[in-house]
């Protein structure tokens, strides 16, 4: 059984820091189909977005160009848990956001991902 959560959202002023949790209720047996864990987000009348990737193996991230210096993803020490890190939020990063995983290379697509939190939404105002 394998289970994504995200918390953390919530409605800041720009310029303000949120961050953001991904719990993972991941038994042994499953640990295949989570080997990269992401975040994406989607804000309304737009298409899910690739937001910041780890591979839990060595803890590689990557960060869309949009969000590079100002988040920040990360793995706990019990690699059942990541985290997002917003800094220096902008009204544009107003979105759901969801955490993702998928068994296998990470990558920054949406399609590429097969299990998924409900999402947690994040509210930047001006």
């Known amino acids: 059984q394998v289970r994504l959560e995200e918390s953390g959202g919530g409605s800041v002023q720009a310029g303000g820091s949120l961050r953001l949790s991904c719990a993972a209720s991941?038994?042994?047996?499953?640990?295949?189909?989570?080997?990269?864990m992401g975040w994406f987000r989607q804000a309304p009348g737009k298409e899910r977005e690739g937001v910041a990737t780890l591979w839990r193996g060595d803890g590689i991230t990557w960060y869309a160009e949009p969000v590079k210096g100002r988040f920040t993803m990360s793995l706990d020490n019990t690699k059942k848990a990541v985290y997002l890190q917003m800094n220096s939020l902008k009204p544009e990063d107003t979105a759901m956001y969801y955490c993702?995983?998928?068994?296998?290379?990470?990558?920054?697509?949406?399609?590429?991902?097969?299990?998924w939190g409900q999402g947690t939404q994040v509210t930047v105002s001006s």
């Open positions: 993702a995983a998928r068994g296998g290379s990470c990558s920054p697509f949406t399609n590429d991902y097969t299990i």
């Open positions: 991941t038994a042994s047996e499953y640990a295949y189909r989570t080997q990269c």
